[in-house]
Each structure stands twice: as structure tokens, then as C-alpha cells.
């Protein structure tokens, strides 16, 4: 069988990068079709040789299309509206937006650590956060062997993370130009700031760190904290990951797990200069671990540090992993 796939935001950053992702990794597509503002209706988007039109995301623009899977990246609350639409016109939705991913009927799903959750989908299946995401191809396979007690998160976040608009901001600061879409200028500087800040004093950035690694390792004991900051880097978000774990582990075991994990690249040999970096990361799939060291100030302590392309695996490439998965779980 071949699907019939919808792309939501399909001049964006993201939205673009689903289209590349989905012809690399050869999913079984009929036809494809864009949507997006009603700025961006008409507009052509040439792809692998094709030229695609953008339609209006309206109401009833799936009606009659005969929709698989509906493939979202156009903010929150173009989600919270159309996704449902999507799903009832009979789309699966794969929604990169936070929408709708802490909501109890829609699962969220890294496919290395919680690909059976696909299973009670209800017609919405939530992408996560991007740091979210590589942090969680990394901690799974610890998690599962030494329990994690404590996690300290500290992010050092790519712009287009921020989609265009903060690629932007990026280019012509270098330029001299006045930031728009951050409130200060983040060439030759760095935010501590990454979306709205709550309440607590926290940024929402650093809360879905915290309650989408409680949904995805289905661990709400496990202690997350989160300092979430934008860096003048283009792709690739990197993390200082500190553990705690509940048990005693051997390093050497440690590394070699990681190394044989689905979706990580280790990348540990210091002396040479070696370890995850930004530019290196950029545009591929994997998710890269290095400086994995010893934390002694606690009993089962563990630093890493964990690199990998926002735009990819932290958006397009997680999507259309739980896409090919969703196809796979369909024809089981
Ligand atoms: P458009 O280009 O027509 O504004 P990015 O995150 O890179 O800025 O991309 C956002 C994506 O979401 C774009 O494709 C954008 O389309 C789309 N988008 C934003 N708001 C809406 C909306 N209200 N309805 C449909 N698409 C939207």
C-alpha cells in the first residue's frame, strides 16, 4: 500500500525538512500535499524534481483526499485547531507542535524508547520537544539499566530551533542588525530565555524538558530540572546531561550500552579531540554521545554530553520514524 501524506506548515523550516526526510528514507508515498497560510496558498514548492502547490489549511481542505497521515509543524495553536480536523477527515496526525503532547489520549513517542505507545493513538500522536528528544535516545537505555534517580538538564539550543524567523535573527545580527524574533540579539550572545517563562521562574522550554521525560520514560518519580538556553549555533542543540542513578554501574558496561543503543553514535576519545559537536551534527540522523565521565560528588554519578540536529532528530526525522512505524504496527 501506498499513503497518501499531508505536510501542515510545509513552507517552514521544519516542514520542509519533512518532505526531504520522507523521500530519503523511501517511506511508500502516493501524493503529497502542502499546506500552509493563506499567505503561502498557490506558491510552488520544487522538490526531488516536482513541483508541489501550497494550499490553504482550512476547515475542509483534507475533505475528500483520502489522507493516511497528516504530518504537522505550524505552531501550537494552527495544532490545537486542525489537528483534530486532520484526524477526523481520517489522517493519522504527527504533531511536532507541544499542543497537545502532555494530553492523556495522545501519546508521545521517541520511536527508539516508546514505540508501543503508537499503539493507543487515538488519532493524534504527539513529536516531542526537540531537546526532549535527544536527551531521551540517550537516557533510555541507562534508565533501563541502573534506574534513574536525578537528572540535571543544561541546553545550549540551535536558533532554528526558533524556525526561520530565528535563523534569521542569527544572519542579520552577524550583519549588525536588530534581533526580531528574540528580544535580544543572540549573535555573539546567549538567552537563557527559550519560549514563555511561567510562574515558577521556569521557561515552558525547561517544563516540557521535565514533564515529557515523565511521559515518555513513563517515570513520574524520576527528579528532572532544566536551565534551556539559545546559543548563536544554526543546527544542533547540545546538552550537559548530569544523572543520578538508583544503582551502583560499572563505567566500561556503561559505554558499551550506549554504544550498542538504537540511534545513538558514540562519539568519547577526548585525547584526539573527539566528542559531539554542533557542526558536526548537522544534518544527519543520529543522535552523538560523548564525555561520558564519572559525576564522584554523589554515589552513582554520571556526566554526558549529548549533540544532535534539532531540525532532524529533534523534529522532521523523529516524526517520520513514528510515521514509518505507525505503517509498520498498521500492516503487523
Ligand atoms: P506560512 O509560510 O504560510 O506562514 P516556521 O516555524 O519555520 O516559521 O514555519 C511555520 C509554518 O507554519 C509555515 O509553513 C507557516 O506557513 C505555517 N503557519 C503558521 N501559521 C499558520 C496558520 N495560521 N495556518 C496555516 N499555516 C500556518
Known amino acids: 500500500k501506498k499513503y497518501n501524506i499531508a505536510i501542515v506548515g510545509a513552507t517552514g523550516m521544519v516542514g520542509r525538512k519533512f518532505l526531504q526526510v520522507l523521500e530519503e528514507r523511501k517511506l511508500p508515498v502516493e501524493n503529497y500535499y502542502l499546506f500552509a497560510s493563506k499567505r503561502s496558498a498557490g506558491k510552488k514548492v520544487a522538490f ?3 513541483d508541489y502547490v501550497v494550499e490553504e489549511l482550512t476547515e475542509t481542505c483534507f475533505d475528500g483526499k483520502d489522507i493516511d497521515i497528516a504530518l504537522f ?30 494530553d492523556e489520549t495522545v501519546p508521545l513517542v521517541v520511536p527508539e524508547v516508546n514505540p508501543e505507545d503508537i499503539d493507543w493513538n487515538k488519532g493524534i500522536i504527539a513529536n516531542p520537544n526537540c531537546s526532549t528528544i535527544q536527551a531521551m535516545v540517550a537516557l533510555k537505555p541507562l534508565h533501563d539499566l541502573y534506574k534513574i534517580k536525578r537528572v ?4 545550549y539550543q540551535a536558533v532554528s530551533g526558533a524556525g526561520l524567523g ?12 536588530a534581533p526580531k524574533k528574540f528580544p535580544h540579539p543572540i549573535f555573539g550572545n546567549c538567552l537563557p530565555h527559550i519560549d514563555v517563562f511561567l510562574d515558577n521562574g521556569y521557561t515552558k522550554e525547561e517544563m516540557k524538558m521535565v514533564n515529557e521525560t515523565h511521559k515518555i520514560l513513563h517515570d513520574p518519580s524520576i527528579k528532572v530540572t532544566a536551565t534551556t538556553v539559545r546559543v548563536p549555533v544554526y543546527y ?3 546538552e550537559s546531561i548530569n544523572l543520578e542513578f538508583e544503582k551502583p554501574y560499572d563505567l566500561a558496561e556503561l559505554k558499551a550500552a550506549l554504544a550498542k543503543a538504537p540511534g545513538i553514535v558514540v562519539q568519547d576519545d577526548p585525547q584526539n579531540n573527539v566528542y559531539p559537536m554542533a557542526v558536526t551534527a548537522a544534518d544527519t540522523d543520529p543522535v552523538y554521545v560523548g564525555r561520558i565521565r564519572r559525576d564522584d560528588t554523589v554515589e552513582s554519578g554520571l556526566n554526558i554530553w549529548v549533540v544532535a540536529d534539532n531540525i532532524r532528530k529533534g523534529a522532521a526525522t523523529n516524526a517520520v520514524q513514528i510515521a514509518e512505524e505507525w505503517i509498520r504496527r498498521q500492516n503487523q
Request: charge should be neutral.
Open 48 to 50: 526531488f524534481g516536482r
Open 73 to 102: 509543524s505550524a505552531g501550537g495553536d494552527t495544532s490545537l485547531k486542525f489537528a483534530p480536523v486532520a484526524a477526523k477527515a481520517g489522517a493519522v496526525v504527527i504533531d511536532n507542535s507541544s499542543a497537545w503532547r502532555m
Open 152 to 155: 540535571i538538564y543544561s541546553t
Open 166 to 177: 530565528g535563523y534569521q535573527d542569527l544572519e542579520n545580527g552577524i550583519k549588525g542588525e
Open 236 to 238: 544542533g542543540h547540545s
